[in-house]
């Protein structure tokens, strides 16, 4: 989003096809700045986190950062946009720090685009979590995320998408138990023999017609920890950003670097054990041109390395998942 | 669906009305899904440059259902004091009211720029903007009828740069757009609305057929990257036909003309 | 004036367990904020804003008509983070509240800052709301001082703002939100060097009488809390001509210490 | 110019001057033509553009018409919703009409918020429908007090060239003629309105109409049919709506006076150009 000069884009630009090439901060053409992550920053939320990408030592400071956080609500099928299953809506939105030289327009639209981006993306049907149901036919949740973008020095949509995951991982969805009401004394039994029946499998009981016609609402349970983790949230794509030089590309841009190579490639990647990687999204972005036999070993190359961002992000999603739980279950002990 | 409450620029009707509630929705969305061409072909195309007379360039293409206006007007001068070296290209997309299965309340709306965005991406990099320093070309694109957002971004795309072409801007190619989407295992070209909406995964190619360069990939849903690949071949296959139908078209208007 | 919850018991503790005149926990953090010329991360207790200072400089492109010629003009921008209260709302840029909140504080810093040194230019003043639990306005005014102070911009003094309450008639201070919506309240902000008041801002009813005591210890509070703000700064400034004086690479030996 | 160096100026250079003199001096461009009684684009004062209309090739809507008066292009949709009625007329339906003139029709358009013009057009085309009484309201009641219809009827310009006011309504008219309305029940335990797919009826509309459009310049010369360029050099311009027995439903005039002799011509005018574009639909 930085304007420099044309001698400036010529200089960089110049380097980053030198052989071997030079990038200003000394880095290699794939290597990344230090990636910081923290999840459940945000107290209120379900689940957050903050990502920054190349901050400085000395104070934390300084470098893209970006906060994600996801909210659950309760929505009833069929209202307004309430659909059966739930559902996921996400947006992003810039603070005018990030941005300092964008007018107000421009700034909504940037961060419009951002987040068509994001919310075709993680709310696809295909990608959805099956926990988001609550009643079947009645009673679901709202997925709410935000993304808040404090700062861009460079590679946005990778810190976008890196904090979207660390926050989805980071969901933990209320459990909840269905309750009915009824008059007559001798169903009681019945009564609480459906609740346990629906605490245990939450799916299963949609199957069941008596269940589902008689479960009225719901409730919260008191449990030691804030609810179960969303289903399949090893499925939450990693973005990779290929910035696209004539022969080559390099990953991780600096602003300078953005401004002097216009045309990137957006890849989105998620890696199961059981299913070749899937390929959750693909856009390019900017003026300029490709071609098949390029996007096809982009693709390949962008595999490769979403792979190892992947694989970095599910070992530190992991400490992090240790270390949270470690708290929460210490709290609950002392209470 | 809610019309905006006491917009007094309009004609209002009631503060809340709802698309009908059909008893037989399932069956009809059956029905649409059967596709009654083969899973390669693209639906017929028939394109038309320099409708809008009081357009410097236009086009109007249809493809079975989706009807798009496209419009070009400029270059004319850029209304913001800030010095531009390059031409500046805005696409602004509209929606009909009446374009889909549910009304659209006329307010500019997400959708409408996302399209724009994606459109602008496919035909940006075809326009020598160099050429027009402190100017701007406005593209207007009016969807009248709406089959499958995945197509309505191919022609609108199309549309677009026959509409640049006939305006007599200066371009490096005529780009011409396909979209895919995997149904099943099989990549069903062009898809149409109920067809998108079944399909696990989609993708919008644009490309330069002349010059053999692709100008705007836009994936989403989930696949493979082999298949992705594939999509994106097929696309590039059609495209190459598409350019002979635009081509074609705005060779015909001129020699009429 | 009944809430379930009992803001203040017998033992005169509150709902939170702090004393009446016990302010909350007061955290300060300058990380610097991608180009921000100054920047603090202000948190009071549960209540979080970032502030970020850019400029003196030219205005943007589309609010370039409103600079003045003998004097810089203060842009303060308001934001609230969906997630940071209790209810996600999103709240757009037009927010009726915010824009308030937003004319208050530019108002509060207008004599504040030594605008006539900048002439034809606007100090933008940015702040993004993370958490929200009570005393907002105190938050944003606070960290703004400290943000418009390490962005080097000449201040007539600091501006320190906390609120103050009154239950039945005891006078409490620092209010969290149970507390806010509960009793009547006024915010005070001090100009602490020269004891000027800068900011008095009372929405709802309250007693003569209740209102000078609440007023003294709010006068009071913000002499504290300018103790505690500038010793934060001169630590800061302190960091910094140790850093200039150890010349480059000196931050890197303590980049290994803090992982 | 030095007309001695060049001998013979070449057609495209002709044009290129037309164009211009056309651009800097409209009105005195349009007084040459009107001096030999004929318009810039070779019409006589009296002539009609050609008309064309298409109905029913939008699958989306309920009814659709595409009218294309010479250049000036007009589509129109109308979308049928399930509504509550007002309070006061429980088994009134709705009919809200509404023009859109996008940036896409003219380069005096800009994208954004209705222009006044179209606000102004979009005021008498509600008037026209609505005092015309082309459509009972009542019969849009599903339920009465519960469920009404209410038609959306959007029309979009896609190529302005002037006299879009005959356009739109003409389009407005065809597109309702070709609406059909699913049949509706409602259910009283659920409050829920359950439309059927098979079976549709068309609308039973009350009465047939067309308006007509003059400019008048200088008093005396009275052309039909205005195009974009005519429109606002014109000192007086006049809508004359008739339905189909020649019964007179309103007039509209703006500008300058005239004369009630002009006025009558017009009328009868009108009268015969409406039953032409009623034999179109």
């Known amino acids: 989003m930085s304007s420099i000069s044309k001698s400036e884009k010529a200089y960089i630009q110049s380097s980053l096809l030198s052989d071997p090439p030079l990038r200003a901060d000394g880095r290699g053409l794939t290597d990344f700045r230090t990636v910081a992550l923290e999840s459940g920053v945000a107290p209120l939320a379900n689940g957050s986190a903050r990502v920054s990408i190349g901050r400085n030592a000395y104070d934390g400071g300084g470098g893209t950062e970006v906060v994600a956080a996801a909210k659950l609500e309760v929505e009833t099928v069929g209202d307004g946009e309430g659909v059966d299953g739930g559902r996921v809506v996400c947006s992003v939105s810039c603070s005018p720090t990030a941005y300092p030289l964008l007018s ?42 935000d993304v808040i973008i404090f700062s861009d020095a460079g590679n946005i949509f990778d810190a976008i998408f890196m904090a979207a995951r660390a926050a989805l991982w980071d969901t933990k969805v209320p459990r909840t138990r269905s309750v009915q009401y009824r008059a007559k004394k001798s169903d009681r039994k019945d009564a609480t023999q459906a609740m346990d029946v629906d605490e245990a499998t939450h799916t299963g009981s949609a199957l069941d017609t008596r269940e589902t016609v008689q479960v009225s609402d719901f409730e919260l349970p008191d449990y030691w920890d804030e609810g179960e983790p969303l289903d399949g949230r090893q499925t939450w794509p990693v973005c990779l950003t290929l910035n696209l030089l004539p022969t080559s590309h390099f990953l991780d841009a600096t602003l300078q670097e953005e401004a002097s190579v216009p045309l990137k490639l957006l890849v989105l990647y998620s890696f199961q054990s059981d299913t070749p990687p899937l390929l959750r999204s693909m856009r390019l972005l900017g003026t300029g041109v490709s071609d098949l036999v390029q996007v096809k070993s982009l693709l390949k190359d962008g595999e490769k390395y979403a792979r190892i961002v992947w694989t970095a992000l599910e070992g530190k999603l992991k400490d992090e998942d240790l270390r949270r739980n470690q708290k929460a279950r210490e709290r609950f002990l002392n209470r | 669906m809610a019309q905006s409450a006491g917009d007094r620029r309009r004609i209002n009707g009631p503060e809340e009305s709802f ?95 996302s399209l724009a965005v994606s459109i602008h991406q496919a035909i940006v990099s075809s326009i020598r903007l160099e050429l027009f320093p402190k100017s701007t070309i406005d593209v207007f694109i009016t969807i009248i009828e709406n089959d499958g957002i995945e197509g309505c971004i191919a022609s609108a795309s199309v549309a677009a740069s026959t509409a640049l072409a006939d305006a007599g801007i200066e371009m490096l190619g005529l780009v011409s757009a ?34 053999d360069n692709v100008t705007s990939v836009w994936q989403s849903g989930h696949m493979t990257a082999d298949m992705a690949l594939k999509c994106m071949e097929r696309c590039h296959e059609r495209c190459i036909d598409i350019h002979s139908i635009v081509a074609q078209s705005l060779l015909e208007h001129r020699t009429a003309a | 004036m009944s809430s379930r919850i009992e803001l203040l018991n017998a033992g005169l503790l509150r709902s939170d367990g702090r004393r009446p005149y016990e302010l909350r926990t007061l955290s300060i953090n300058f990380a610097s904020q991608g180009t921000a010329d100054g920047s603090v991360t202000f948190s009071h207790g549960l209540t979080e804003v970032r502030v970020a200072v850019l400029g003196p400089r030219e205005a943007k492109a589309g609010s370039r008509r409103e600079t003045l010629h003998d004097r810089a003009t203060l ?113 005070v902000g001090v100009m602490p060097r020269t004891g000027r008041v800068t900011l008095v801002q009372m929405e709802t009813r309250l007693h003569m009488d209740r209102f000078e005591e609440v007023f003294r210890a709010a006068c009071d509070a913000g002499k504290v809390l300018w103790s505690e703000m500038r010793d934060a700064l001169r630590e800061r400034t302190s960091d910094l001509v140790e850093a200039l004086e150890a010349g480059p690479g000196a931050f890197a030996a303590k980049e290994v210490e803090e992982i | 110019m030095s007309s001695s160096s060049i001998t013979k100026p070449s057609a495209a250079d002709d044009t290129l001057r037309a164009q211009i003199f056309q651009r800097l001096h409209p009105r005195v461009y349009l007084e040459r033509f009107t001096a030999e009684k004929f318009r810039p684009d070779g019409r006589t004062f009296d002539e009609w553009r050609k008309v064309s209309v298409n109905v029913g090739s939008i699958s989306t809507a309920d009814g659709s018409a595409l009218v294309r008066m010479g250049d000036t292009t007009v589509v129109c949709g109308v979308k049928a919703e399930v509504a509550e009625p007002d309070l006061d007329l429980p088994e009134q339906g709705f009919l809200v009409p509404n023009l859109d003139l996008p940036a896409i029709c003219s380069p005096k358009f800009k994208p954004g918020p209705p222009t006044e013009e179209a606000q102004v057009l979009s005021d008498r085309l509600n008037e026209a429908l609505v005092t015309s009484g082309v459509l009972s309201l009542s019969s849009l009641c599903i339920h009465p007090g519960k469920a009404v219809w209410t038609l959306y009827v959007d029309s979009t310009c896609i190529n302005y060239d002037g006299n879009a006011f005959d356009a739109t309504l003409l389009a407005m008219l065809a597109a309702l003629r070709n609406t059909t309305l699913p049949k509706a029940t409602y259910d009283e335990e659920t409050g829920r309105t359950t439309c059927s797919r098979k079976n549709r009826s068309p609308l039973q509309l009350e009465r047939h109409f067309a308006s007509t459009s003059f400019g008048v310049l200088e008093t005396s010369h009275v052309l039909s049919d205005p195009t ?54």
């Not at chain 2, 898809?191 to 002349?210: D, K, N």
């Not at chain 3, 209790?86 to 504080?105: P, Q, S, V």
Request: overall charge negative.
């Open chain 1, 104 to 145: 107000s327009n421009a700034l909504d639209d940037l961060q419009h685009d951002m987040t068509s981006l994001l919310h075709a993306t993680l709310s696809h049907p295909t990608i959805r979590p099956q926990n988001l149901c609550i009643l079947p036919g009645k009673k679901s949740w709202l997925l709410n995320l």
């Open chain 2, 19 to 113: 698309s009908p509630v059909f008893d037989d929705d399932e069956e009809d969305i059956k029905l649409k899904t059967q596709r009654s061409r083969a899973a390669g072909d693209i639906r017929p195309i028939f394109l038309q440059p320099g409708l809008i007379s009081q357009a410097n360039g236009s086009a109007y293409i249809e493809t079975d259902k989706t009807k798009i206006a496209c419009a070009v007007y400029g270059p004319r001068q850029t209304k913001t004091t800030t010095y531009s070296e390059k031409g500046r290209l805005n696409v602004e997309v509209k929606f009909t009211p009446f374009s889909c299965m549910r009304r659209r309340a006329p307010i500019r709306d997400a959708e409408d720029r």
């Open chain 2, 178 to 211: 396909c979209s895919a989407a995997i149904v099943g295992d099989d990549i069903h070209l062009d898809p149409s609305e109920a067809e998108a909406r079944a399909s696990s995964g989609t993708v919008i190619l644009a490309c330069m057929p002349a010059l």
């Open chain 3, 75 to 187: 842009n303060v921008e308001v934001q609230l983070a969906p997630f940071g209260v209790g209810e996600r709302r999103r709240r757009g840029r037009g927010d009726k509240r915010l824009l308030e909140l937003a004319a208050t504080i530019k108002s509060t810093f207008e004599p504040v800052v030594q605008v006539h040194l900048y002439p034809r230019s606007t100090i933008d003043i940015f702040i993004h709301v993370l958490q929200l639990d009570g005393g907002l306005l105190p938050a944003c005014i606070n960290g703004s001082t400290l943000a418009l102070a390490t962005a080097g911009i000449p201040l007539f003094d600091f501006v320190c703002a906390i609120a103050g309450g009154v239950h039945g008639t005891q006078p409490l201070l620092d209010l969290t939100t149970v507390e806010e919506n509960d009793i009547p309240s006024i915010v």
């Open chain 4, 228 to 281: 974009a360029f005519e429109e606002p050099l014109m000192d007086v311009a006049l809508t004359v709506i008739v339905d189909d027995h020649g019964q007179l439903i309103s007039t509209n005039e703006s500008g300058a006076g005239i004369s009630q002799e002009t006025l009558l011509q017009c009328i009868s005018r009108a009268k015969e150009r409406a039953s032409q574009l009623q034999r179109l639909l």
